[in-house]
């Protein structure tokens, strides 16, 4: 996949792939207009919606009703090296959740490819080119 990123002024920035474009800004406080998310809560949302759409895929293939199903993601900042420390994920199901499967949530979460890709990341080359 490749990701486009335009620097669209002042503290905004937009990236462009398969048809979506997803803009980024920074807090009234950082100097930005607070018209998107930040790019590192972007990074954030994507570890919890990757964690959901695993659950919902879960729930979907045994015919449990996600309606009631809530993944609240929270995290421990260090500041002493300004990184996040640890993220917990919260999988809240309903009373009606079948016991048998709690277990198995847990594990479908764990199959999160943003989250796999934390625990055995990629690597990063950066070179600059010159625009044809």
Same mark, same amino acid.
Request: hydrophobic fraction near 40%; charged fraction near 25%.
């Given at each position: 996949?490749?990701? &486009?990123?335009?620097? %669209?002024?002042?503290?905004?920035?937009?990236?462009?792939?398969?048809?979506?474009?997803?803009?980024?800004?920074? *807090?009234?406080?950082?100097?930005?207009? %607070?018209?998107?998310?930040? *790019?590192?809560?972007?990074?954030?949302?994507?570890?919890?919606?990757?964690?959901?759409?695993?659950?919902?895929?879960?729930?979907?293939?045994?015919?449990? *009703? &996600?309606?009631?199903?809530?993944?609240?993601?929270?995290?421990?900042?260090?500041?002493?090296? @300004?990184?996040?420390?640890?993220?917990?994920?919260?999988?809240?199901?309903?009373?009606?959740?079948?016991?048998?499967?709690?277990?198995?949530?847990?594990?479908?979460?764990?199959?999160?490819?943003?989250?796999? @890709?934390?625990?055995? *990341?990629?690597?990063?080359?950066?070179? &600059?080119?010159?625009?044809?």
């Amino acid at each position: 996949m490749e990701i &486009t990123v335009k620097l %669209a002024g002042n503290k905004k920035v937009t990236a462009e792939f398969d048809g979506y474009r997803v803009v980024s800004d920074q *807090p009234k406080e950082d100097g930005g207009e %607070a018209l998107g998310p930040a *790019p590192f809560d972007l990074f954030l949302a994507s570890i919890a919606t990757c964690a959901g759409y695993f659950v919902q895929s879960f729930c979907q293939t045994r015919g449990i *009703p &996600t309606d009631d199903i809530l993944i609240v993601q929270s995290s421990e900042w260090d500041d002493e090296v @300004h990184l996040i420390r640890k993220i917990d994920l919260e999988v809240r199901l309903p009373a009606s959740f079948p016991e048998k499967y709690r277990a198995s949530v847990i594990a479908a979460v764990n199959q999160c490819t943003v989250k796999k @890709h934390l625990q055995q *990341p990629p690597q990063i080359q950066v070179v &600059t080119r010159n625009q044809v």
